[in-house]
C-alpha cells in the first residue's frame, strides 16, 4: 500500500474527525464479524481488509508527539486487542516500519475498512475527508484507489445492507451453515468444552464474531454460558462489550 493519498494522514482532533472515529470504534463489530467469515471461506470474497491506527512518537526538542494514522492489514481480534501487519510506510515516524506486527485497542482505533467486488464499507475517516472534495477531486481520489466509495452520508457496514438489512443482525454465513455446524458438533461434542490456545471456547469466539445462530446451536448441545476464557471473561462479557444487542438476552 502507497504513501499516496489518504492512506495516511496526520491527527486533526477536528470534530468531524473525532467523530469519524468514534463511530469506526463503535461499528469495528461488522469488519470483525465480516473478518470471522472471511477467514472461513474456500474461495476470498473481500478486496480488501483494512484497520487505521494511530501511532505517535514524540521527537528530541518536542513536547507534544507526532501522530500518524496508518492502515494495517491480516487483522485478528481476541474481543479487546486487534492485531495486524502495518501496510504503510511512515512519513515521519522512525519507531515503526512496513511489515511490523502491531496491536491496538478497539477503543483506538480511527477507521476500519473493507471492499468486495469493488464497493466499500466503513472508511468513515475516508468519507470525512471526501465530504469536502469538490465532485472532480473525489472521483480522483475514488480512481486512485480503484473502489467505490459510493456516497460519503450513506456509509455502508455490511454488504448487501442496502438490499437486505437484516444483515446487520445476522450475517447471511452464519444463517447458511448452521446445518453444518450442528452436525458437526453433534458429531464432536468435546469441541464444545475445548478451550483454545488463548483461552477462548468456541462459545466465547462465536459471541465476539456477534452470530446469534451458532450461539443457539452452542447451547442447545450444552454449552455452558458461565465458562470463562485466560481473562476471567464468559461470552456474554463480550457480546456486551461489543454491544452484540441480539445475543446478549441469549447469553445472560
Not at 42 to 65: H, R, Y
Request: glycine share 6%; with cysteine; aromatic share 12%.
Amino acid at each position: 500500500m502507497s504513501n499516496s493519498d489518504n492512506n495516511i494522514f496526520f491527527v486533526k482532533q477536528d470534530d468531524e474527525m473525532s467523530l469519524a472515529f468514534k463511530k469506526a470504534q463503535e461499528t469495528f463489530k461488522y469488519f470483525w464479524r465480516e473478518m470471522y467469515w472471511e477467514y472461513r471461506r474456500v474461495i476470498p470474497g473481500l478486496d480488501l481488509a483494512i484497520v487505521k491506527f494511530p501511532f505517535e512518537q514524540t521527537f528530541k526538542g518536542e513536547s507534544e508527539p507526532t501522530i500518524e494514522h496508518m492502515w494495517v492489514r491480516n487483522i485478528s481480534f481476541d474481543g479487546e486487542n486487534i492485531t495486524g501487519v502495518l501496510a504503510n510506510n511512515p512519513m515521519q515516524l522512525t519507531n515503526v516500519a512496513e511489515g511490523d506486527t502491531v496491536s491496538c485497542s478497539r477503543s483506538k482505533i480511527s477507521d476500519w475498512m473493507f471492499a468486495t467486488s469493488g464497493k466499500t464499507y466503513g472508511g468513515f475517516t475516508i468519507h470525512t475527508l471526501r465530504s469536502g472534495m469538490s465532485d472532480e477531486k473525489r472521483k480522483q481520489h475514488d480512481n486512485a484507489w480503484g473502489l467505490d466509495f459510493g456516497d460519503f452520508n450513506k456509509i455502508m457496514l455490511v454488504n448487501g445492507q442496502a438490499e437486505n438489512p437484516e444483515n446487520l443482525v445476522e450475517h447471511p454465513m452464519c444463517v447458511n451453515t448452521a446445518d453444518k455446524f450442528l452436525e458437526f458438533f453433534k458429531e464432536n461434542p468435546d469441541e464444545i468444552l475445548i478451550k483454545d490456545e488463548a483461552g477462548y471456547t468456541v462459545l466465547h469466539r462465536q459471541a465476539i464474531a456477534g452470530n446469534k445462530t451458532t450461539i443457539d446451536i452452542l447451547l442447545s448441545l450444552g454449552a455452558d454460558k458461565n465458562v470463562t476464557d485466560s481473562n476471567g471473561l464468559t461470552a456474554l462479557d463480550y457480546a456486551k462489550k461489543l454491544n452484540w444487542s441480539h445475543i446478549i438476552s441469549v447469553l445472560a
